[in-house]
């Protein structure tokens, strides 16, 4: 197979199986979340704490009170990273038309540049929190194998893009192909994994929040 055959299959079948894994998966794990079975909340409210979920929702996205100072590298290293892979993923230009034509939605793009720039911050912020998770006795106790899966599995599709951008290593077709395969394998790997996160995190928080508010606990 050559290097354009492989650009067509992997922008053809390999796109359309992973994204119906992905799909599937994505339903699955959230019918296994709203489908758990929870006993009816009996007791009175202790009080009245309208859009407590709301709220936890936007308080457990900031670091708590001194946490900043506490652990910089986790909370800067992360928002720089979610950042600059949001600007990748929905404000590249290829990636809006790819969008375009797969919902009709479409909006306007950033300079290439930023993107570019983004793009490698977000890979040197993964980068400083892989190594400050090594480093840090506790962080490295509690990471398993599915922590560096999800670590993996987000760098490639920066790194890639990155280098088929820049004609970096391979010719651009087969460079291109790597790109679009490792977004394939973070498709189908994201709903079976930590990454899973994307979809769960507010569900989670909003829940919490609404939980505890109705107990008289600030959350």
Avoid: C
Avoid at 19 to 37: C, K, P, Q, Y
Avoid at 75 to 101: K, Q
């Amino acid at each position: 197979m050559n290097h354009l055959d492989l650009l067509t299959f992997a922008r053809g079948s390999a796109l359309n199986w992973a994204l119906m894994i992905f799909a599937a998966g994505v339903v699955l794990r959230l019918f296994e979340i709203f489908g758990l079975s929870r006993k009816p909340d009996l007791a009175r409210p202790r009080s009245d704490s309208p859009g407590s979920g709301w709220r936890t929702m936007l308080s457990r996205s900031i670091p708590p009170q001194g946490m900043l100072k506490r652990d910089p590298v986790t909370y800067i290293g992360g928002y720089v990273f979610h950042l600059g892979l949001l600007l990748a993923i929905f404000f590249f230009a290829p990636h809006i038309e790819f969008f375009r034509s797969m919902t009709g939605l479409h909006w306007p793009n950033l300079p290439t540049a930023l993107v570019d720039a983004s793009v490698v911050a977000a890979i040197a912020a993964l980068g400083v929190l892989l190594a400050h998770r090594l480093n840090n006795k506790v962080k490295r106790m509690l990471s398993g194998s599915g922590d560096y899966l999800a670590w993996a599995v987000t760098l490639l599709p920066l790194l890639t893009g990155y280098m088929a951008y820049h004609h970096l290593l391979f010719e651009y077709a087969l460079m291109l192909s790597l790109h679009i395969f490792s977004v394939e394998l973070l498709l189908v790997l994201l709903p079976f994994t930590k990454l899973f996160h994307t979809f769960s995190v507010f569900v989670s928080r909003w829940y919490n929040g609404d939980f505890f508010g109705r107990k008289g606990v600030a959350s």
